[in-house]
């Protein structure tokens, strides 16, 4: 049991705001933590300080993540009967009125420095300070009339006996475009008109269940969705029914819905009409009309799109309507009810008696006018605060199709688009990804490459002619278009081979996952004009950047390289470029020789993976990997050069580098962000019986000022104890010294259990081949299963690598492993990026001097 307040929020910026708006109050016992495991460590340890008086714990997912931390928070030592009062983050989905039972009150995000202590006061009026059965908000006389009055919902309040209207929400009159007074006594059965379900139903159960429905307005029905609950009104017993509308001008979620479909639909041959008439039906607009600047010299605009809801009426020519004038020269235009205004100035807004309109000009990316939208309806906009965001999308949108299709026609001339595909050709996507390659650079993005081949193509050229060829290609440039995002980059290479880009990428899954799709919309049957039906499938290679290569050409390469391997296996798949055991072999004295120069040229990186907390996912540690960027090659797999290096006994001036490297990296990011995060460092064979390695370690550490506790030092299990001379010296040095010591590659030795008994090890590391056959294999299952649990019965703990799917993650949770590494959460990132990360994370990750200080 402990004093005091809780206070639990994920986010930073709410936990401060939390914590000065109740310090400000005068109450001094505040605990702040950012989820309900940290708040039971929080609480653990003291049983003489009276119970809880309050916890405020802040909810930013849906209603499932939201009854989730309401019942962990009742387990909590005394949360079962303290009071809760929530507040609701800006991303919350979840709607108040869908709150667990048993919670107090709640609050907006926004409302934390006025609301949250005048609420929590006034809830504690007229009763005890402890309630043996915490008081549901509905329950409450007139506690309904926070969310009536200061929230945007519509509310509609019911008499229990006779079904008649009482009062209605100012937004249910604003929406509905009828007064208030409107609405006063009118049966509910004239007003709400439900579907599947009777009114009298809804009435009875009141289970706060949404129903589809139909909500009375000025220009007949809105469509959407009603529940209801009982409350007391004015000392009576009543039913409140909230309704939600499916129109995108009034509810945010109809309108992320509708941003999404415009989004999605405008790849198509018609781009521009699927997203106007998209537009044009979600907002129930009456006029919407696409302009666009001319390019030849002619003058005045060109109209792309038309759309009216109406007889046509004699439209006016295009320098008659000073508007649209207006808008082509920069200035936007929103009027929501009072468009008339604009009428003595165009006779557009007054042909169409029009009261809402707007127009908005399409921007290019230079931000010259390309053209113009003009959307109007006559009964007005919607709530201005959804409308005019989808409007001003709508319009980016717009602009992007229009200058894409600039962009194709300026390249058809130029001859740097394919004329059959209007993709890029060969010269234009070489010049893309140059500059693709410097952005990755100057950003520290990594992207990947995807060349794709048509297995048999020849064959359907020879067998139905090239007409239907090109029918081919063209259907598969539509189908690789449509498997991408609009930042990645499709080209025509060459006859039937197509090139891929898809960038901005932190995990490998990402990219496996859209070349998967490809394969599967490949396999997709092709249908000829004349009805024959084809069946094209494609070989694929995929290559990474910086990983594989750091220029252009390796990367295409390497790609290459990596079809060619896709169609050895059989085609109709895809494969991932590695260099090969047969050219290492080949090639190997080579090799080694340029690896003895590597460090000295500046070939060899550091890149860093992150370790992250199998509970919370937050990142706790990070791997150091070598990366050796060849010259000529391109990336070397470790694989490949760990072996020579350890062959030539270069890996001892290779790993003094690579950890000297990484110390004095990873003590910048510990001064610049505070998170105390773990750096493993591998150590080989050979590096493990050299006597000085206890100096190295001390010298590094000395010179970098990185606190040794902070440093893991990771030993393959393969390295036999009775074959490393001053191995277990070594060990038990460094680990006086202060630096923790980890099993790599656990469970492929045959050394495990002597490994855990005679060495100072403080974590082991489950290797990634048992991990990736979860799922798959119930033996390698087993094996990790035991390992956990003998780790932790011997007080190590365990982090599994290789963690690649959500099954894994999910497994390995179950089991209770400690941490995780792999693609599902993060691929190695250079330096840059992972500083990025860091960057992004700082407010998610608190750290316990945060927590004192507040």
């Known amino acids: 049991m402990n004093s005091g307040i809780l206070v639990v929020a994920a986010e930073r910026e709410l936990r401060r705001s939390l914590f000065d708006a109740l310090d400000q109050a005068g109450y001094s016992q505040i605990h702040s933590a950012r989820d309900v495991s940290h708040a039971a460590i929080l609480l653990e340890g003291r049983p003489s300080l009276p119970p809880l008086q309050l916890m405020v714990a802040v909810l930013a997912g849906d209603q499932p993540q939201a009854t989730g931390v309401c019942e962990q928070l009742r387990r909590l030592p005394g949360g079962s009967d303290t009071p809760l009062i929530v507040v609701l983050a800006e991303d919350a989905t979840i709607n108040p009125t869908d709150l667990p039972a048993g919670i107090t009150d709640w609050l907006s995000a926004a409302q934390i420095g006025t609301e949250l202590v005048a609420r929590w006061r006034r809830s504690q009026t007229g009763r005890p300070a402890r309630h043996k059965t915490p008081v549901s908000v509905s329950d409450v006389h007139e506690d309904y009339r926070y969310v009536f009055e200061e929230g945007n919902s519509e509310w509609l309040i019911v008499d229990a006996r006779t079904g008649h209207l009482l009062e209605v929400s100012p937004t249910v009159a604003r929406h509905s475009r009828m007064h208030a007074s409107q609405w006063e006594g009118l049966p509910l059965s004239g007003v709400l008109r439900f579907e599947g379900i009777a009114l009298e139903q809804v009435l009875v159960e009141a289970n706060r269940n949404w129903y589809p429905c139909q909500r009375k307005s000025a220009q007949g029905a809105d469509t959407g969705q009603a529940s209801a609950r009982r409350i007391l009104h004015r000392g009576h017993d009543a039913v409140a029914l909230m309704f939600r509308s499916d129109r995108a001008d009034l509810r945010a979620e109809a309108a992320l819905s509708l941003l999404s479909r415009i989004f999605a639909s405008s790849s198509g041959v018609d781009a521009q009409g699927a997203a106007g008439r998209l537009l044009f039906d979600e907002l129930g607009l009456d006029y919407l009309a696409v302009w666009s600047t001319r390019q030849d010299g002619a003058e005045g605009p060109a109209q792309l799109l038309q759309l009216w809801n109406g007889d046509d009426p004699v439209w006016p020519s295009a320098n008659a309507q000073r508007s649209l004038q207006l808008v082509l020269g920069g200035k936007s235009i929103l009027h929501r009810t009072d468009a008339k205004r604009l009428e003595p100035l165009d006779p557009l807004v007054q042909q169409l008696d029009l009261a809402g309109f707007a127009g908005l000009p399409l921007y290019d990316e230079r931000h010259t006018v390309l053209g113009a939208m003009l959307a109007g309806s006559r009964r007005g906009f919607g709530e201005m605060g959804i409308t005019e965001p989808v409007l001003r999308c709508s319009a980016a949108r717009f602009a992007q199709v229009l200058e894409l299709g600039r962009t194709r026609e300026q390249g058809r001339a130029e001859g740097l688009v394919d004329a059959l595909t209007g993709l890029p050709n060969r010269l234009l996507f070489n010049d893309r990804l140059d500059t693709i390659i410097r952005e990755a650079i100057r950003n520290g993005e990594c992207f990947a490459v995807l060349f794709v081949d048509l297995d048999h193509f020849k064959a359907i050229n020879d067998s139905h002619g090239h007409a239907a060829g090109d029918q081919v290609l063209r259907t598969v440039a539509q189908r690789l278009c449509g498997s991408v995002r609009a930042s990645d980059t499709v080209a025509r290479y060459a006859g039937d081979e197509f090139i891929v880009v898809l960038r901005h990428i932190v995990k490998n899954e990402d990219v496996l996952r859209v070349a998967e799709k490809i394969v599967q919309v490949m396999e997709t049957p092709l249908y000829l004009d004349d009805g024959t039906e084809l069946h094209v499938t494609a070989s694929m290679g995929l290559s990474f950047f910086p990983d594989d290569a750091g220029d252009a050409q390796t990367l295409l390469e390497h790609a290459d390289e990596a079809m060619y391997a896709a169609k050895h296996l059989g085609r109709n798949n895809f494969q991932i470029y590695e260099v090969s055991p047969e050219y290492a072999q ?34 706790v540690g990070m791997e150091a990997l070598v990366r050796w960027e060849h010259p000529e090659q391109g990336m070397i797999s470790p694989a490949v050069f760990i072996p020579l290096a350890e062959e030539s006994g270069l890996i001892v001036s290779i790993g003094e580098w690579v950890m000297r490297t990484a110390c004095r990296q990873a003590k910048e990011w510990e001064q610049r962000y505070g998170l105390r995060l773990r750096l493993g460092v591998n150590l080989s064979a050979v590096q493990l019986m050299e006597p000085k390695l206890l100096d190295t370690v001390t010298t590094v550490l000395h010179e970098t000022g990185l606190d040794p506790t902070l440093l893991e030092l990771e030993i393959t299990e393969s390295i036999s104890i009775k074959q490393a001379p001053n191995l277990v010296e070594n060990l038990h040095g460094l680990h006086h010294l202060g630096c923790h010591i980890a099993i790599d590659d656990f469970g492929t030795g045959a050394a495990s259990l002597d490994y855990l008994r005679r060495l100072p090890a403080d974590r082991i590391k489950i290797d990634q081949s048992f991990v990736r056959n979860i799922g798959v294999d119930p033996d390698d299952e087993a094996i990790v299963r035991a390992t ?33 590494q792999g693609y599902l959460f993060c691929r190695p990132l250079q330096p840059i990026s992972f500083d990025k990360l860091l960057a992004e994370r700082q407010r998610l990750l608190d750290v316990q001097v945060v927590v004192e200080t507040a």
Do not use: W
């Open 586 to 619: 080949e090639h190997g004295m080579a090799l080694k020789t340029r690896l003895r120069h590597a460090e000295g040229n500046g070939e060899l990186r550091v890149v860093y993976q992150p370790q992250v907390d199998a509970g919370s996912e937050d990142i």
């Open 788 to 820: 956990i649990e003998m780790a932790h019965r011997l007080k190590r703990a365990v982090v599994a690598e290789g963690v690649e799917i959500e099954q894994h993650l999910q497994f390995l949770r179950s089991h209770g492993c400690d941490e995780l």
